[in-house]
């Protein structure tokens, strides 16, 4: 399998979400839905998972590399959007996806469930938009 040559995730990103990450966020960001749902449930596994992680990062960030299409869509800028300003839809609005990020906007997330939506899919969302031919 070919290595693309930039990569797709940033470690530095990685390390600012994992100042949240006792809530998940930088385990969503690397593509870990079930430990990152995990880690919101239990704060990142009673924080003891939350400091290994710290070591981990790296190696996180080169499996989400490999794993998500670069493209147009910058997956670190979308997260960026999405932890920070996902109830207001920025992060749809950035991916194109006006409708429903005004949908967002003016629902708060869609009560939110959107966002819990968004933190388990954004990642492959990203992925078909900068896997399309009509996006490149």
Known sequence: MHRQTEPTHSV???YLLWIFGFLGAHRFYYG???SGTIYFFTL???FIGWIVDL???P???EQADIRFIRGEVDYSVA???LVFLGLFG???MYMGKWISGLI???TMGLFGLGYIYDLWTLNDQISLINGSPHFS
């Open 59 to 61: 190696t996180m960030s």
């Open 32 to 34: 870990k839905q079930i």
């Open 79 to 81: 997260w960026l959007l």
């Open 90 to 92: 920025i992060h749809r």
């Open 44 to 46: 990142g596994l009673f």
């Open 104 to 106: 967002y906007l003016v």
């Open 12 to 14: 530095v990103i990685g």
């Open 55 to 57: 070591f981990l990062i």
